[in-house]
């Protein structure tokens, strides 16, 4: 028969172990609905096609109508609008008399379905159905536009989960041999992803190797700063990898809403978190000519470098403590992989 001790003792370590999964859900109800429940757009970019004082009248009027919810100007020409859109200096340009609206569904399908509300309304002013054209049409394999956010979401698990295991079952092993797991375990889950990404799901049709080297910046980036982490945080850093990884990252990657239709917070969040880097990474060699490529790689590459740094200081904070690290058991490490399964 159970004792009154032992069962208090019992439920101190449930509750122990009951702490982490109520962290997360209280994180992801924050994080997901925060970035998600209200999309509404602010400082949209969009442009009124022409010249002469209609235009400038129709754009003043849009602009006044929508207050900061629009950032409405003019540019002098149909092909002056759609070099704009795939640059990604506007998101929806209204050429009026036809009237026409030109998106890049392919950049964001929400983005697009936001701007052509606005411009079906005005449309409706001319009594004349709307004609959409999309200049940069996501590939047949993705009609929503987002299959790179998804590819995103299985590269990010693959990766953080794995750090449970190199930082549980490796802790024994020397930081320099982690750390070179931890990189080949990159390669092995971006090849995955490629394959995803390409033959399996046809989300991207060409610069196959460019994915392969876009999602290897990124998820190396993940496993190093895990691995790193899981010296300092234990059985903790699988919280602090879905805080960074999954309710910050999925949540301002710009794979469901781009920043302009996301509150403050989450739409700054975009210009430098890991996940926007790697989404709009792709989207530039796959869509959009390379637009500001370089700085999206420069992105996944700064986080690349963080993981190095916390490896380094990781390995010199275990040479200085040089405590004998015990082999975790079996039920230590199904334990810190639970943990590790996003809600």
Same mark, same amino acid.
């Given at each position: 028969?159970?004792?009154?001790?032992?069962?208090?003792?019992?439920?101190?370590?449930?509750?122990?172990?009951?702490?982490?999964?109520?962290?997360?859900?209280?994180?992801?109800?924050?994080?997901?609905?925060?970035?998600?429940?209200?999309?509404?757009?602010?400082?949209?970019?969009?442009?009124?096609?022409?010249?002469?004082?209609?235009?400038?009248?129709?754009?003043?009027?849009?602009?006044?109508?929508a207050g900061d919810a629009l950032d409405v100007?003019?540019?002098?020409?149909?092909?002056?609008?759609?070099?704009?859109?795939?640059?990604?200096?506007?998101?929806?340009?209204?050429?009026?008399?036809?009237?026409?609206?030109?998106?890049?569904?392919?950049?964001?399908?929400?983005?697009?379905?936001?701007?052509?509300?606005?411009?079906?309304?005005?449309?409706?002013?001319?009594?004349?159905?709307?004609? *959409?054209?999309? =200049?940069?049409?996501?590939?047949?394999? #993705?009609?929503?536009?987002? %299959?790179?956010?998804? !590819?995103?979401? /299985? +590269?990010?698990?693959?990766?953080?989960?794995?750090?449970?295991?190199?930082?549980?079952?490796?802790?024994?092993?020397?930081?320099?041999?982690?750390?070179?797991?931890?990189?080949?375990?990159?390669?092995?889950?971006?090849?995955?992803?490629?394959?995803?990404?390409?033959?399996?799901?046809?989300?991207?049709?060409?610069?196959?190797?460019?994915?392969?080297?876009?999602?290897?910046?990124?998820?190396?980036?993940?496993?190093?700063?895990?691995?790193?982490?899981?010296?300092?945080?234990?059985?903790?850093?699988?919280?602090?990898?879905?805080?960074?990884?999954?309710?910050?990252?999925?949540?301002?990657?710009?794979?469901?809403?781009?920043?302009?239709?996301?509150?403050?917070?989450?739409?700054?969040?975009?210009?430098?978190?890991?996940?926007?880097?790697? *989404?709009?990474? =792709?989207?530039?060699?796959?869509?959009? #000519?390379?637009?500001?490529? %370089?700085?999206?790689? !420069?992105?996944? /590459? +700064?986080?690349?470098?963080?993981?190095?740094?916390?490896?380094?200081?990781?390995?010199?904070?275990?040479?200085?403590?040089?405590?004998?690290?015990?082999?975790?058991?079996?039920?230590?490490?199904?334990?810190?992989?639970?943990?590790?399964?996003?809600?």
């Amino acid at each position: 028969m159970t004792s009154s001790a032992d069962t208090r003792a019992t439920l101190r370590h449930l509750f122990g172990h009951l702490f982490v999964p109520l962290i997360m859900c209280i994180g992801m109800g924050f994080a997901y609905l925060g970035a998600f429940h209200q999309p509404e757009p602010h400082e949209l970019r969009v442009a009124v096609v022409g010249g002469g004082p209609q235009t400038q009248v129709l754009a003043q009027t849009l602009k006044d109508k929508a207050g900061d919810a629009l950032d409405v100007r003019t540019v002098p020409s149909r092909d002056a609008a759609t070099a704009q859109l795939m640059d990604q200096k506007i998101f929806g340009a209204y050429v009026p008399g036809s009237p026409e609206l030109l998106v890049a569904t392919a950049g964001s399908d929400t983005t697009a379905t936001a701007v052509q509300k606005v411009f079906t309304d005005v449309a409706s002013t001319q009594h004349a159905p709307l004609k *959409v054209t999309d =200049v940069a049409p996501p590939a047949k394999g #993705d009609p929503t536009a987002q %299959g790179l956010f998804f !590819l995103l979401v /299985a +590269l990010s698990i693959g990766s953080y989960t794995s750090v449970a295991a190199i930082g549980g079952a490796g802790a024994p092993l020397p930081m320099r041999l982690r750390a070179l797991i931890a990189v080949g375990t990159g390669a092995i889950v971006s090849a995955i992803g490629t394959l995803f990404a390409g033959p399996v799901f046809h989300l991207v049709d060409h610069d196959l190797p460019a994915v392969f080297g876009m999602s290897f910046l990124y998820s190396t980036g993940i496993l190093l700063i895990g691995v790193g982490l899981h010296t300092f945080l234990k059985r903790f850093t699988m919280l602090a990898m879905m805080v960074l990884f999954v309710m910050l990252n999925f949540t301002t990657a710009g794979g469901v809403f781009r920043p302009e239709l996301q509150n403050g917070f989450f739409a700054s969040l975009h210009s430098f978190w890991t996940g926007a880097g790697f *989404v709009e990474g =792709v989207r530039s060699f796959v869509y959009f #000519d390379n637009h500001n490529l %370089g700085a999206h790689i !420069l992105t996944l /590459a +700064l986080w690349l470098t963080a993981g190095a740094v916390l490896i380094s200081l990781a390995a010199l904070h275990e040479s200085r403590t040089r405590t004998p690290v015990p082999v975790p058991t079996h039920e230590d490490l199904e334990q810190e992989l639970e943990e590790a399964v996003p809600a």
